[in-house]
């Protein structure tokens, strides 16, 4: 296979799985109840070191809400975590990557 059709699928791959990475987050996530009261509203980003397997390896707060009940539900949503694992097409052993995670009140 030519390298620009490698990469391109790769890259395919990366896209396919960070969307689902982002259906996992939506399916999991929980919002505080004491943030829900207040009426605290934010997006977490955190940076999240991933193996072939989807488990979490490693999360580090990339970028608080402003909301220390946010940020720690969206750290307490990953710690320990097994997200989607890799696709075939992904031949890396980790990835790291930044998550943004929202909380917003309906």
Known sequence: MPQAAQQEEVAHADA?????????LRANLTYPNMARRLG??????LQVTIDREGHVLDAVLA??????TL???????????????????????RQSVKLPIHYRLE
């Open 16 to 24: 396919a799985w960070m969307a689902e990475v982002g259906a996992w």
């Open 71 to 93: 940020d720690q539900a969206a750290m307490a949503l990953v710690t320990g975590a097994r997200l989607p694992p890799f696709p075939p097409g992904m031949k890396l052993d």
């Open 40 to 45: 605290q509203e934010g997006t977490v980003v």
């Open 63 to 68: 970028q608080g809400s402003g909301f220390g």
